[in-house]
């Protein structure tokens, strides 16, 4: 049984390129939550999406990301005309059910660099 | 002031050694989670609680909801405990997380 698995681990984007970090459950896992952890900083709560469904968005900017968690394929975290200020690391987590009865299984995150 | 305060920011232990780091919090909470993320980056999840106590190998976390307070306790430390050790509480279904404990343990 797989762990969470992210992609890609790494990515290079100049700004104003768009980036697009996927992240694939585990499976039987229907909740999935983004976190985004900037330099020397702490994780910070982005999204939290059921299949098809966006639960608690509050932690994400309004302009420029979006989420997505499709009823087939991974969840997409997706960043339009990347700025500087957006490299971090991104780290995707899941559980099987909601937060507070299960553990969260952490993907090893996807490190985005904005040149 | 943070919601989620974690106490030491640094901590440097001999090998053998008995660690404590611990987390305060003031928002009311459904459970706490102790999370170990390595340096290359990686993130466990060592422990969920919401009440008492619980031990997994060397490691034990304890939590008081009166005090809003919770540790996590390493006994016999070893280098491979080397890590950052991050508490975080779950808050209508989403975690807010404390800035960590940076452990670094000698052999």
């Known amino acids: 049984n797989a762990g969470v698995m992210q992609n890609p681990r790494h990515l290079v984007r100049r700004r104003g390129q768009e980036a697009r970090l996927r992240c694939s459950p585990m499976k039987g896992h229907s909740h999935v939550y983004w976190y985004r952890q900037l330099p020397e900083e702490g994780l910070k709560f982005m999204v939290y999406?059921?299949?098809?469904?966006?639960?608690?968005e509050s932690g994400m900017p309004k302009e420029r990301f979006s989420a997505e968690f499709p009823k087939e394929g991974p969840s997409i975290l997706r960043i339009q005309q990347v700025v500087r200020g957006d490299s971090a690391a991104y780290f995707c987590a899941s559980s099987w059910d909601g937060l507070a009865k299960n553990i969260q299984y952490f993907g090893a995150g996807t490190r985005l660099s904005v040149l | 002031k943070n919601e989620v305060e974690q106490s030491p920011q640094n901590l440097t232990a001999q090998e053998g050694e008995f660690i404590t780091i611990n987390c305060s919090y003031s928002v009311g909470i459904s459970a706490l989670h102790w999370l170990q993320q390595h340096p290359g980056g990686g993130i466990v999840s060592l422990f969920m609680l919401s009440s008492g106590k619980k031990k997994h190998g060397r490691l034990i976390a304890t939590i008081n909801i009166q005090e809003k307070h919770s540790s996590l306790h390493i006994t016999a430390s070893h280098p491979r405990d080397s890590a950052v050790y991050i508490c975080?509480?779950?808050?209508?279904?989403?975690?807010?997380f404390g800035t960590g404990t940076r452990l670094q343990v000698f052999p």
């Open positions: 975080a509480v779950d808050n209508t279904d989403k975690l807010i």
């Open positions: 999406l059921q299949k098809e469904n966006i639960i608690d």
